[in-house]
């Protein structure tokens, strides 16, 4: 996955690809087991182990779809700068969400992609509880990784703008695919 990344980094020196402004295509280390043991524990939920196994030997937040991995704890994308914009602080609001007491014991309610309604009301976080943000896509468009429910392990795209969740692949998969494209440029 490195000799990957570097070679990606080496094709788009610029970082002109989408999200490579922000991740680089650098990973940051991998997390200690114990520091995983204790986010699963403080939380109550085993992690998905193909995303478990990442986040121990391969890196913990950075490079990858979108705007990059975001890491277990801590800020998204780190303070903001005053010249930034305020995409950081989403990420943060969706982070913090899923680290509200029950959120990610509660069981994933969804099995289907899901569009409201014309009448239908609904509310957001009770769509996205049993999973965890790992990503941005920008838009309001995050990446949710399944921890309790049916489907452990899946990918989810959770659509804030135009009200919308839909089902991808698991993580390894989700994150492989990544590597393998050949994205085009951002115009």
């Known amino acids: 996955m490195r ?24 990973l940051s280390p991998p997390r200690a087991a114990a520091d995983v ?6 939380y109550g939920i085993p992690l998905p182990r193909d995303y478990r ?3 121990t030997q391969v890196g913990e937040s950075g490079a990858g779809p979108g705007y ?28 913090a969400q ?15 992609a899901w569009r409201p309604g014309p009448r239908e009301r609904y509310e957001q976080a009770a769509l996205v509880t049993g999973s965890l943000a790992i990503a941005e896509m920008g838009c309001g468009e995050f990446v949710r990784i399944v921890v309790t429910g049916q489907d452990v392990g899946r990918i989810w795209f959770a659509d804030q703008v135009w009200p919308a969740m839909t089902p991808g692949p698991y993580f390894r998969e989700w994150y ?3 590597l393998e494209s050949d994205a085009p440029r951002r115009p």
């Open 176 to 178: 492989l695919s990544w």
């Open 53 to 55: 196994d990442f986040l």
């Open 68 to 95: 990059g991995l975001f890491p277990l704890e801590g800020l998204c994308y780190g303070p903001p700068d005053e010249d930034e914009d305020d995409d950081g602080w989403a990420a943060d609001d969706e982070k």
């Open 3 to 26: 000799a990957r990344l570097a070679e990606m980094a080496r094709q788009d020196p610029r970082c002109e690809r989408f999200g490579a402004e922000r991740h680089r295509y650098r």
């Open 37 to 42: 043991d204790a986010f699963e524990a403080r």
């Open 98 to 112: 899923d680290r509200q007491p029950g959120v990610l014991t509660t069981p994933f309610p969804l099995t289907a």
